[in-house]
């Protein structure tokens, strides 16, 4: 079983930093994907930033990120580790939601999944 474990949530100003991370572990697992999604209540979940390996089929030299964050947010990860990260930096009050790590990932070379952590809360106030 592939589990998920997230840190690095809390409370911040308006202007600060934060940093997120999540590690991927299981028995036999190959990652492809690892990303980072967020939601407030009553809005649909939403893709922040991505990174994919070279095998994975949506593989780019470039992470993807959503507009609202470019050039404040950066993902790093390592597919050797299976650990991902996302510095965001000048954080904003619409930053405020839940945070999840989501990896795609096969078990002994099965079909390719999707795994979510449980959700880390990241609250921005002035």
């Known amino acids: 079983q592939v589990q998920l474990v997230e840190s690095g949530g809390g409370l911040v100003q308006d202007g600060g930093s934060l940093r997120l991370s999540c590690a991927a572990s299981g028995r036999g697992i190959s990652v492809r994907s690892m990303n980072w999604y967020r939601q407030t209540p009553g809005k649909q979940r939403e893709l922040v930033a991505a990174i994919y390996s070279r095998d994975s089929p949506f593989y780019d030299d470039s992470p993807t990120y959503d507009d609202s964050v470019k050039g404040r947010f950066t993902v790093s990860g390592d597919f050797a580790k299976n650990t991902v990260d996302l510095q965001m930096n000048n954080l904003k009050s619409e930053d405020t939601a839940v945070y999840y790590c989501?990896?795609?990932?096969?078990?002994?070379?099965?079909?390719?999944?999707?795994?979510w952590g449980k959700g880390t809360q990241v609250t921005v106030s002035s």
């Open positions: 989501n990896v795609a990932a096969k078990i002994f070379g099965g079909y390719e999944m999707n795994y």
